[in-house]
């Protein structure tokens, strides 16, 4: 990337990269990486990209030092997204929003930006990305103390994985639905979730 020169080609790689670095925690790097795609994605009308790298830049200076001035990064990701109805964009950008507003404890909020996530997975037939919204907005609600709406989402995700596979969002579930498990005395089923 160093040495090549500026295109569509390389705004991609450095948009991919700064993914990456930022899901390792590299978030300097990412957000150097996010810098060099957008200067070539923005001149050149790179919309997916720019959506893409907006994602990303915001996601990891909230990341890094809870600078909040991120969210606004992943809110423009998403009207970038959906003016190009780039199906993988706005997903993920949905997923970023919302566990970021949910770190920052504004579980009303989450629900709706995670509600917003889960109709466009549908629109698109995302079905993985239907069941990883259903799941977060289980774990709000077991924040929110809707106890049984929780179960009965982690209930179909264990359908979708008997169905279909493993999910991302298995660990997650599972070690929410322990607590639920526990606290309602249930301790056999919450040492089988915590086993899982």
Not at 2 to 16: G, I, L, M, Q
Not at 67 to 86: K, T
Request: hydrophobic share 45%.
């Amino acid at each position: 990337l160093e040495k090549a020169e500026a295109s569509p080609t390389v705004a991609y790689a450095a948009s991919r990269l700064a993914i990456n670095a930022a899901l390792r925690g590299e978030y300097d790097q990412a957000i150097d990486l996010c810098e060099r795609a957008l200067a070539i994605a923005d001149p050149l009308g790179l919309e997916d990209i720019r959506a893409h790298v907006l994602n990303t830049r915001g996601m990891a200076r909230f990341s890094q030092n809870g600078d909040v001035a991120g969210l606004a990064d992943i809110e423009s990701s998403i009207e970038i997204a959906e003016r190009a109805n780039a199906a993988e964009a706005i997903i993920r950008g949905y997923k970023n929003l919302g566990s970021s507003v949910t770190d920052m404890g504004d579980l009303s909020r989450s629900t709706e930006l995670e509600g917003r996530g889960i109709a466009a997975a549908r629109r698109f037939g995302a079905g993985y990305q239907v069941v990883w919204f259903e799941t977060e907005l289980a774990g709000l609600a077991y924040w929110s103390g809707d106890w049984d709406a929780a179960e009965e989402a982690f209930a179909r995700l264990d359908t979708w994985v008997a169905d279909v596979g493993p999910h991302y969002m298995e660990a997650a579930a599972h070690s929410c639905r322990a607590k639920v498990r526990a606290a309602r005395g249930d301790r056999s089923g919450a040492r089988a979730d915590i086993g899982s």
